[in-house]
């Protein structure tokens, strides 16, 4: 049975600004720290993210991730899916779905 990823309360604001501050202060980010980067300030954790959970909060914001990596860093689409251990497919997938929503 698979446990359920629950948000991080608020009362680590502070280790989380702190991660998030290193993380930032690397200088260049490589596509998996960007990953990270997001997660800890979406509040959901990374190996969740990169996860297998097909729960809608976490695919959503998973695919926004994806779409910040197409628009940002120019990756291809294979790329992508090797940073989230999934198929080209799926990322063009989220990446067209992302942009219907915001063509709306």
């Given at each position: ?5 629950r ?33 800890l300030?979406?509040r ?21 991730i ?8 120019r ?12 198929d ?16 709306q």
């Amino acid at each position: 049975m698979q446990h359920k990823p629950r948000p991080r309360p608020d009362a680590n604001d502070h280790v989380i600004a702190y991660r998030v501050h290193q993380l930032r202060t690397l200088g260049h980010l490589s596509p998996t720290d960007y990953v990270r980067l997001r997660s800890l300030e979406l509040r959901i954790p990374s190996k969740v993210m990169l996860g297998p959970s097909r729960r809608q909060a976490i695919t959503r914001q998973r695919q926004q991730i994806m779409w910040e990596l197409r628009q940002q860093r120019r990756m291809s689409l294979p790329a992508i899916a090797r940073v989230f251990s999934r198929d080209h497919k799926t990322v063009f997938y989220a990446l067209r779905k992302i942009e219907m929503e915001n063509a709306q």
